[in-house]
């Protein structure tokens, strides 16, 4: 058990249709990371918190958006699904950003679009 | 930019046999290497790591140096079993600021009795 929590673990959903997936980091871990794994193109880093800030961002969509709340959990918000959406999502977290930490990962959202 | 190429399996093995999956990196300076290694239905869990060149990382039989002249961080095991079947990505962090992971495609083994 990593101790990190993703809820739902499975989500099917209809195109054109608007999703929220929530992660709950590890207790004390300030760092939230989300990525999506797909068949066609791996594992992409999609968007970075720390401590209630946006750090970073990679490939993600502009129909995606997250946040972090004051109690450190995060909330990653699809809209207007395609079917190409369909992935499974992963969130990550650590103690703080640093390059010698490893991340620790929860089981993943499975997204299917339908 | 930063980016990890890493053997593409699938890799069948037999039980006792020896692993070697391929992992070389691209990267700014000298950055931390991971392996992850992902079960069936599950999320990914930290295999090793190595924080520095000539580092050797271990954990579970599985073993990785970290070879700065060659940029690599090849995944060893001197003796596979079935429940070692799983896909393992090699990782860096990368981003100033950030050290989201950059992940190889990943590499699916599977171990036969």
């Known amino acids: 058990d990593s101790g990190v929590t993703q809820t739902p673990k499975h989500l099917i959903t209809a195109t054109g249709q608007r999703v929220t997936l929530r992660c709950s980091p590890r207790?004390?871990?300030?760092?939230v990371y989300w990525y999506q794994q797909s068949l066609d193109q791996g594992l992409q880093f999609l968007i970075h918190y720390y401590n209630g800030e946006e750090r970073a961002k990679g490939n993600i969509l502009e129909r995606f958006s997250a946040q972090q709340f004051p109690d450190l959990h995060s909330e990653l918000n699809l809209s207007s699904l395609e079917l190409g959406d369909s992935a499974l999502y992963f969130c990550?977290?650590?103690?703080?950003?640093?390059?010698?930490?490893?991340?620790?990962f929860g089981d993943g959202t499975r997204l299917s679009i339908l | 930019g930063d980016s990890v190429t890493q053997m593409e399996g699938p890799v069948t093995l037999s039980e006792e046999a020896f692993l070697t999956i391929n992992c070389t990196y691209t990267?700014?300076?000298?950055?931390?290497l991971f392996w992850y290694v992902q079960y069936p239905g599950e999320g990914l869990q930290l295999l090793l790591k190595a924080t520095k060149a000539d580092d050797k990382g271990s954990n579970k039989g599985f073993e990785a140096t970290y070879r700065k002249e060659t940029t690599s961080f090849h995944l060893e095991k001197g003796s596979v079993q079935v429940s070692d079947s799983a896909v393992y990505f090699c990782?860096?962090?990368?981003?100033?600021?950030?050290?989201?992971?950059?992940f190889g495609k990943g590499t699916k083994l599977s171990v036969i009795p």
């Open positions: 990267a700014t300076g000298y950055p931390s």
């Open positions: 207790s004390g871990d300030l760092s």
């Open positions: 990550a977290s650590s103690p703080h950003p640093d390059s010698n930490q490893p991340q620790h």
């Open positions: 990782a860096l962090p990368s981003g100033a600021g950030s050290y989201q992971l950059t």
